[in-house]
């Protein structure tokens, strides 16, 4: 039996736009691109998890842009991660605590362990650490991976995040290859939900929703154990859009469909927001088009591409056990 | 005697126990109280993990205890732990201390205590659990501590030391200590254990002071520093590596003190050099076959000493040289390889050519490759380096740089 023996935060949820305190834990000294979500998830994330709290980031954007040496823009106190440990980086810490707590050491509080990464620190390089951190039931802790879809800090590759036919540095369109990127996006949430059983919350969440995001994020630091929340950030420079869209794109991801929003807490799953309207045919799936044009990594895309594209979304949501989650039916649950 | 049976001897007086060298460092990280234990699986090294868990399974020993999914994740959990303030415990061997590399970089440029056990072991390929020293001296420019012990006596104490050592405020460095695969990991010996309030006495809490990662102290631990402080950064790692030293002395002094337990020079021992005319160096196990072919070549009259290294880093240059300089000739023998390096030689071998480089007298300097995988140094290997270096000695022109024990 796992037993988390030091005391849990309590967070509520915030009611509302107006009850969210103004207090900021990550504040000026960056220099992340203008229109950067990675950024506002940041600062939300800090927002939501209060003054005690420990961060611990891995490389990548919001490593690199956040903390030039002397202008740091964190309030609460904050560690670098090598790039494939956010996993290890938040199992060390709390399990660090928890034996100084337990053996008298240390006072005995609720201390919030969050570890970040990129898609390419956490879908690559650090699946197999997070994925162990996450059968872990005796530490409190959450891994937040910030999904911009390549890896950005580096000059735009790649990631095993990356869509489908974008336009990376080390994918780029050529005269006799249009689409040197054919590997379709990572499941990570969905893969880590149905593959540890034990993990009592993980979320994907949009910051374009973000009240719903840092209510996720009180949820999972709160609920006692390891938990995963995965964030699709809209990124201005990898994704080359202008930097005012920012908002408008990460609705897209979700109203088009791309992006389905869920919590699966204490083994149940709930969809939330539009993906939820979706799900219940109160509302209808935009093209993905309309997310997709908006886009200059995909300004290549040909209508044969928009139609693949479309036909994997519409896969997803008809043929999917769980739409964005389970990628794969019973023969039982034959149509 | 079983884990448990040991764990209980530490409460009275101090206790005779017939363990391993892997077992005696599991008994220092019991006395020492560590908070937080990563294991995962390679041998030879495994061995102390088990003995752990096997105290910590029968309620002798209060930590967390991960078993970590690769050595990358073993190497990155204690880190972390530590800069909360928790004493912490790893190892590994061969290639899994490879795997971990990118970790071993950062923890001392991160200024983070660390006490792990390398269970040396060959580097695959080919595939060889026996010792080498490949493993651990792949971090030597790092600014790892690293230090060889040749029984399982001295790994126990040497692990104590370790942490005071690492601990130390004006050190704040991870530190290795280096068990000879087999030789000395699976070799059981009759080991003096310390009483636990002997080693509170002599073993303070690790107090992490304004470096430590809390809510209470909101610090940004490792920054972007780029050109503009990267060096200044470096430098500060580097005056802790060169107060290392000091701190190493004070530390076995006050060792001897309290725990009663004394190890002449720290740094390397001697072993029948008052009237040497060559001595042979060499770091780990294989000072028991050199000291037997010693005891067989004195008899014979051939005045040969040996002088074992036990830190490798810091490197006691200076005092290494002086000692060194009075003799008509030196054989080095690595457990070790440097391909491509000045005369081909072995790390060792290097390192003493350079301390004695300064110096104004340079004995005549042959490098020895022997014993590598596993392979046993026998008595005769040792006489026959003895008979090179003696002729080196008398003018005789020889190889900078031999294997020994090799099939041709």
Known sequence: MATIDYPLPKLEPFKGQKKIPLEEFFTSGHRTCQGCESALVMKMMAKAAGPRTIVLGSTGCMYVANTTYYSTSWVIPWMHTQLGSSGSAALGTAAGLKALMRKGKMKKEPINVIAFCGDGGGADMGLSAISATLTHPDYNLLILMYDNESYANTDIQLSGSTPYGANTTFSPPGKVKRILHHRWKKNMAGMLAAGHPECKYIATVDMSYGLQAMNCVRKALSIGGPTFIHSLDPCPKGWDYDPMISHDLGELAVTTGVWPLYEIENGLLKLYGKTKEIAEGRYKRLPVRDYLLRQGRFAHFKDEDFDYFQSKIDQMWEKWLYPGIIPFRAELDKE | ?408
């Open chain 2, 1 to 408: 005697m079983t884990p448990t049976a040991v764990a209980e001897s530490t409460k009275g007086t101090e206790q005779t126990a017939l363990i391993t060298g892997s077992e005696a460092i599991a008994v220092a990280c019991k006395l020492a109280d560590v908070d937080v234990i990563t294991g995962y699986p390679i041998r030879p090294y495994d061995t102390v993990i088990q003995y752990i868990a096997q105290l910590i399974a029968d309620g002798e020993m209060d930590c967390e205890y991960i078993v970590a999914e690769g050595e990358h994740s073993q190497f990155e959990i204690v880190k972390h732990a530590s800069t909360v303030g928790a004493r912490v415990f790893c190892g590994s061997s061969g290639v899994g201390w490879m795997y971990a590399f990118e970790c071993l970089t950062v923890t001392p440029a991160l200024r983070v205590p660390m006490v792990v056990m390398v269970g040396n072991r060959a580097l695959d390929d080919p595939g060889a659990f026996g010792v080498e020293h490949n493993d651990a001296l792949a971090v030597r420019d790092l600014g790892w501590q690293l230090v060889w012990v040749d029984s399982a006596q001295e790994a126990l104490d040497t692990a104590l030391i370790a942490y005071r050592v690492a601990e130390d405020r004006r050190i704040f460095l991870p530190c290795a200590i280096s068990c000879d695969g087999a030789f000395l990991t699976h070799s059981q010996a009759h080991v003096k254990i310390p009483p636990q309030d002997q080693v509170n006495q002599f073993l303070p809490r690790y107090d992490r002071g304004d470096l430590l990662l809390h809510p209470d102290n909101p610090i940004s631990v490792a920054p972007q520093a780029n050109e503009d402080w990267l060096m200044e950064i470096r430098r500060q790692t580097a005056a802790a590596m060169d107060r290392s030293m000091g701190v190493i002395r004070e530390a076995y002094k006050d060792y001897e003190k309290i725990i009663g337990r004394s190890y002449g020079n720290p740094f390397f021992e001697e072993y029948m050099t008052d009237d040497a005319d060559i001595v042979l160096v060499g770091m780990g196990t294989l000072s028991t076959p050199v000291k037997v072919a010693i005891r067989k070549m004195r008899q014979e009259g051939k005045k040969v000493g040996l002088v074992r290294v036990r830190w490798f880093r810091p490197f006691a240059a200076e005092e290494l040289a002086k000692s060194l300089s009075r003799f008509k000739g030196i054989g080095v023998i690595d457990r070790d390889f440097s391909l491509g390096s000045p005369y081909a030689s072995g790390v060792l071998t290097t390192e003493v050519r350079t301390a004695l480089y300064p110096a104004a007298k340079h004995p005549p300097i042959i490098g020895f490759i022997c014993g590598l995988g596993g392979r046993e140094v026998t008595v005769p290997d040792v006489e026959k380096m003895s008979d090179i270096t003696f002729a080196a000695a008398a003018g005789k022109a020889q190889p900078a740089t031999q294997w020994i024990g090799v099939r041709e």
